[in-house]
């Protein structure tokens, strides 16, 4: 597989008992819509869903080191007081010499995107909004198929073509 989609463990907490189910439906279905989009375009990713896996942050890492891969999306629901886990846990699979891109996803990312650049070096790239023709893109421009033709993303590394071009569209 060269593009990983990770659903990242997310803690229990009995006083927001499934925190994702106040986020919209279409929150919970990023994951199976990106990988429709690659799939129909020929791109077969593998989904990991070390939430559903009741997998702690500790096994995910021990899984995704094992594996080869080029691309690593992470769905990153806001977690409440917990976010910062996802973070460390992605630092930690960057320790285990992965040389993937990782990209995150969702809502929380969309809103935090400046913030996540600035604060965590490990993460390449940012998905502002929706995220399946957006992830297309970046999956094609990763495994060299043909360049980024459109799509909001936005990475600490711009292009130079890209210099005069704002990270995202501008409000509807």
């Known amino acids: 597989m060269s593009i990983v989609l ?7 907490n009995p006083e927001r008992f499934e925190d994702v189910v106040n986020a919209p439906l279409s929150a919970c279905l990023f994951t199976g819509y990106i990988a ?68 995150l996803y969702g809502y929380y990312p969309t809103f935090a995107y400046k913030k996540i650049l600035a604060d965590f070096p490990f993460i390449d790239s940012v998905t502002v909004g929706e995220p399946e023709f957006t992830t297309l893109d970046l999956a094609k421009h990763i495994l060299g198929k043909k360049g980024i033709t459109s799509g909001n993303f936005t990475s600490r590394k711009p292009r130079k073509e890209d210099e005069n071009t704002p990270p995202f569209p501008p409000p509807c």
């Open 36 to 103: 429709s989009v690659l799939r129909k375009n020929s791109i077969e990713p593998e989904i990991i869903n070390a939430h559903l896996h009741d997998w702690s942050k500790e096994q995910t890492v021990a899984y995704l080191s094992k594996k080869s891969f080029l691309l690593l999306c992470v769905h990153t629901v806001y977690l409440w007081e917990r976010t910062q886990d996802i973070f460390n846990m992605l630092s930690a699979l960057k320790t285990t010499n992965l040389t993937a891109h990782i990209n």
């Open 6 to 12: 990770l659903e990242p463990p997310r803690p229990s």
